[in-house]
């Protein structure tokens, strides 16, 4: 997917130039890892290239010499706005986590974790971007929802890939029964319910996202606001679709646009 097509697109795009440009990198670092992850390639491949990419950011770390591509572009990101490269290791993890062993309906604490590794990881780096290192619980919890809704908007993708992202608890309250292989529940007459349970999930994060950036106001934070737009649009619609093996909704650019301006127009 290129950087345009991306949700992301038009709340990096409209930032000052500085910031664009550590954005840009930080999502072309997660980015090229989604490709590893996602390929084609055995899994002991994908997982040596991720191991690769770990020892050279580690590396990066202690002499300073990048020695993988992704890294030296994220790399004047990282020194110009302080993000820390835990959060970089800890996205590792979670793509580790999909090429190793793909989450097949997992425990609410398994999904809150893999949600921290591939999505928070991703919010508290974007938003020492915009300035704003006192928003790590607002950006946690936005990650969350975003998260949540792209496990509604791929279920059918990520079935076909093995994955199963909705969690044991919507399952067993839609009367979804083992086998819980990602096929089998793909195919059961329960996968509507347990989809919109895990919507409900989504929409309850959107509101405790609205709470905490109450507490912390929302200087700088227009492009995560503008993603929250974003991706609330794109679960509402997911919640009015007929069924959800069906392609997901298509959200053009000039509505998230739209979206993305009427965020920048209530900071402004």
Request: with cysteine.
């Amino acid at each position: 997917m290129s950087a345009r097509a991306s949700s992301f697109y038009w709340p990096m795009r409209l930032l000052p130039q500085a910031k664009r440009q550590a954005m840009f990198a930080l999502y072309g670092f997660c980015r090229a890892l989604d490709d590893i992850a996602d390929g084609d390639e055995p899994a002991h491949l994908r997982l040596a290239k991720l191991t690769t990419l770990r020892a050279a950011l580690e590396s990066w770390r202690h002499t300073g010499i990048a020695l993988h591509p992704a890294v030296t572009a994220i790399a004047p990101a990282i020194q110009a706005h302080g993000l820390p490269v835990e959060e970089l290791t800890l996205l590792l993890d979670g793509m580790e986590t999909d090429v190793n062993q793909p989450l097949t309906a997992p425990d609410d604490e398994a999904l809150r974790l893999y949600c921290r590794q591939v999505a928070g990881t991703v919010g508290v780096m974007a938003t020492r971007v915009m300035g704003r290192a006192d928003a790590d619980s607002f950006a946690l919890v936005l990650a969350e929802a975003l998260q949540l809704t792209n496990i509604l908007r791929d279920v059918a993708e990520d079935a076909r890939r093995g994955r199963l992202y909705l969690p044991r608890s919507c399952l067993q309250a839609a009367e979804i029964s083992a086998p819980l292989t990602p096929l089998a529940v793909l195919t059961h007459p329960g996968l509507e319910r347990a989809c919109r349970l895990l919507a409900q999930q989504a929409e309850e994060r959107f509101v405790q996202a609205r709470i905490e950036l109450g507490k912390i106001g929302q200087a700088k934070l227009w492009p995560a606001l503008a993603m929250m737009a974003i991706y609330h649009d794109l679960l509402k619609r997911l919640r009015r679709r007929d069924a959800w093996t069906a392609p997901p909704p298509h959200v053009g650019q000039w509505r998230k646009l739209a979206l993305a301006l009427g965020a920048l127009a209530k900071v402004a």
